[in-house]
């Protein structure tokens, strides 16, 4: 079992930046796959980002060239650097753990764009 905890959404501007963070434990010697997503009211859960143990990425085309995932695996930590901001990029942010095939999932952090 994996358990995860959010950090670093809040309030900012057009064309601000944030840095979300994300930290592991419990099983994390196990962990594969790691990643954020995120879901706006009445919108659907996107995967905006993804990266692997050894560090290869993938980008939602949304956010490819604004965001950038990163992976710290002696803190069990994995970052999503949110740069240029836009108001569509309002959402609650969660990241998740893959462990073979069970996903775990943290409680999410909000994230808010103002015009």
């Known amino acids: 079992q994996v358990q995860l905890v959010e950090s670093g959404g809040g309030l900012v501007q057009a064309g601000g930046s944030l840095r979300l963070s994300c930290a592991a434990s419990?099983?994390?010697?196990?962990?594969?796959?790691m990643g954020w997503s995120r879901q706006a009211p009445g919108n659907q859960r996107e995967l905006v980002a993804t990266?692997?143990?050894?560090?290869?990425?993938n980008y939602a085309d949304s956010v490819k060239g604004r965001f950038t995932i990163s992976r710290d695996n002696a803190k069990s930590t994995v970052y999503l650097q949110m740069n240029n901001l836009k108001p569509e990029d309002t959402a609650g942010y969660s990241c998740?753990?893959?462990?073979?095939?069970?996903?775990?999932w943290g409680q999410g952090t909000q994230v808010t764009v103002s015009s």
């Open positions: 990266i692997t143990r050894i560090g290869s990425t």
């Open positions: 419990g099983n994390i010697f196990s962990i594969n796959d």
């Open positions: 998740y753990a893959a462990v073979g095939s069970r996903i775990s």
